[in-house]
């Protein structure tokens, strides 16, 4: 399959997942954050965390506080897809930066 | 409202696999030749800013945009420095409660030295810039570390610097693996991408030094930690070299590391090295 058709398939997928977010309960809610929150680490470990990420985790908790568990659960997974896009710019850099390097 | 996410959301996992394709293998990447990196670096500067004299690098924006220089000869007729230089220079010479000073602590008893800072520390493995210094000399005479980017540290660090002003960075890379790693660090923080806007320090202090980002001038990267610390009237107060870390790295919406995190000191190390040669002009004064 061709890279672009790939990511055709994956945005679907994506759209999918969060037209299910639909009437989210608390546990689905738990398990999207705790997706994030592991997406969120491995970047730390990269050092490559996004101020967007911590912004939608945060807000994510504060939605799930006030039991607005749809909203809870949209915000998780826009901070797994962040956080997810952090790490793989962190990998791609890895030896991307040599690139750049002023010589 | 999930339209609007899921297009967010799509927008960023589309971004995640053209990163992902771009990829290449993973190599052991070519010999480490800091004294090679620092020829060219200085080289593009010196091409990319014909007619700026070395030492004038230090005065970052300043160097490069004939306009912003009258106003800060302007302000310099007032340097807004001056009071944390006088804090800094008490600061200084207090005694800690045991009777020692900050003196005891350094070389040439903490007199014209901030150009040999950040040094490798061969005993401990890591780079040690002045302000970690500084807080470990406090601590080893039962004092409390100050708070890293404002305040008396960066009056201590105003105070150090003035009497250092002219002595040119002598930064050392001691021929050490453990040194040449720390340098290394330093140089792949400095030019990777970072950050949801996916820019590097490199893309705006080399690529775009010179021009213009809001309303600054983007100060070049050679010579960029030569005034430190800096009074920034945007800030309204002085900062030190984490201060100025912390808030460019936000700028890019990366989550910033903390002060002397080992990432930030070799990253200083890196930037220092590169601007040996340049005198030490701090502290200094911006926009």
């Known amino acids: ?103 | 409202m999930i339209g609007r996410i899921g297009s967010i959301y799509r927008a960023a996992a589309a971004a995640a696999l053209l990163f992902t394709s771009l990829l290449p293998a993973a190599s052991a990447g070519p010999r480490i030749d800091p004294a090679g990196d620092q020829r060219a670096f200085q080289a593009y500067f010196e091409r990319a800013f014909p007619g700026v004299a070395l030492d004038d690098f230090a005065n970052g924006p300043y160097a490069v945009n004939k306009e912003m220089r009258k106003q800060w000869e302007e302000i310099m007729q007032f340097p807004p420095y001056d009071f944390a230089l006088d804090d800094g220079k008490r600061l200084f010479e207090a005694p800690f409660k045991n009777g020692k000073s900050y003196a005891d602590c350094f070389p040439d008893r903490g007199i014209g030295i901030r150009q040999s800072y950040p040094y490798f520390d061969l005993r401990s493995g890591e780079v040690v810039t002045l302000d970690l210094a500084i807080n470990r000399c406090r601590e080893q005479n039962g004092e409390k570390p100050l708070p890293y980017e404002v305040g008396d540290m960066a009056a201590i660090d105003a105070y150090m610097a003035s009497t250092s002003r002219g002595k040119p960075f002598d930064i050392r890379i001691p021929d050490d693996p453990r040194a040449l790693a720390a340098y290394e660090n330093g140089k792949k923080f400095f030019y990777e991408r970072r950050g949801q806007l996916n820019f590097s320090c490199a893309s705006c202090h080399v690529q775009a030094a010179g021009r213009r980002m809001r309303g600054d001038i983007l100060a070049p990267a050679l010579g960029m930690l030569a005034s430190f610390p800096i009074y920034r009237s945007d800030w309204g107060s002085m900062g030190t070299v984490d201060r100025r870390f912390v808030s460019c790295n936000e700028q890019v919406r990366s989550l910033p590391l903390k002060p002397e995190d080992e990432a930030y000191r070799d990253l200083e190390y890196f930037l220092s090295y590169m601007s040996n040669g340049v005198a030490i002009a701090g502290p200094g004064t911006r926009p």
């Not at chain 1, 969060?18 to 470990?45: H, N, P, V």
């Not at chain 1, 006030?66 to 030896?95: F, G, M, T």
């Open chain 1, 1 to 103: 399959m061709s890279r672009r058709a790939l990511a055709v398939v994956a945005a679907a997928g994506l759209a999918g997942l969060s037209c299910g977010a639909l009437a989210a309960t608390q546990s689905e809610f738990d398990a999207a954050y705790a997706a994030a929150a592991q997406a969120e680490a491995q970047a730390g470990a990269l050092h490559d965390q996004w101020s967007p990420t911590e912004a939608a985790l945060k807000a994510a908790r504060q939605a799930a506080e006030e039991k607005r568990y749809d909203e809870a659960s949209a915000l998780a997974r826009r901070a797994e897809a962040l956080a997810k896009a952090s790490i793989s710019q962190a990998q791609a850099q890895q030896s991307l930066w040599r690139e750049a390097v002023v010589k």
